[in-house]
């Protein structure tokens, strides 16, 4: 049960949201879901939106959430848009292209999940792996930013947020 809201009302029923719509074909989102890229992989469960109302989700198996995606109940009456939340991250960036290559393989390695942008790598924080990085000789930075990370070699689909 979710508790009563601070103003001593009860807090509403949780939004069961059990439909993925894609890009949803045009349809407007009334509510916001911000996510981690963890949480985007989990698709039942009670979460919050933006503007803090519960949503139950109970989504078929599959694939991650994606930023973009639309979300709605078992009648299309209410729409939820899928956001990437921003996460602290580190920032990796490298003195070559060879050095960023060498990155990637030593993380893809260790199973880490990374973000690969032009010129650099984005990871979750993790003082091992910063450790382990700046030891190579590469230059990190700290930053809270949504994540993106790739999918796996055997995932399809597309990572990067629709804007149809």
């Known amino acids: 049960m979710i508790p009563a809201a601070s103003s001593g009302a009860p807090a509403p029923a949780p939004l069961l949201l059990n439909q993925r719509l894609g890009d949803g074909d045009g349809r407007k989102p009334s509510l916001r879901l911000?996510?981690?890229?963890?949480?985007?992989?989990r698709l039942r469960g009670l979460r919050r939106s933006v503007c803090g109302r519960p949503l139950l989700l109970q989504l078929?198996?599959?694939?991650?959430?994606?930023?973009?995606?639309?979300?709605?109940?078992?009648?299309?009456?209410?729409?939820?848009?899928?956001?990437a939340a921003p996460e602290p991250l580190l920032r990796v960036e490298a003195p070559s292209g060879l050095a960023l290559l060498q990155a990637c393989y030593h993380l893809g390695n260790r199973h880490v999940a990374i973000e690969i942008q032009a010129g650099e790598l984005r990871l979750l924080e993790d003082p091992v792996l910063a450790h382990l990085l700046e030891h190579r000789g590469l230059?990190?930075?700290?930053?809270?930013a949504p994540f993106l990370p790739e999918f796996g070699a055997y995932a399809t689909g597309d990572r990067h947020p629709h804007d149809h």
Not at 60 to 83: S, T
């Open 34 to 41: 911000a996510l981690s890229a963890d949480e985007r992989r």
């Open 60 to 83: 078929p198996r599959g694939e991650a959430l994606q930023p973009g995606e639309l979300l709605a109940d078992g009648g299309l009456e209410q729409v939820v848009r899928v956001e």
């Open 139 to 144: 230059t990190l930075t700290p930053i809270v």
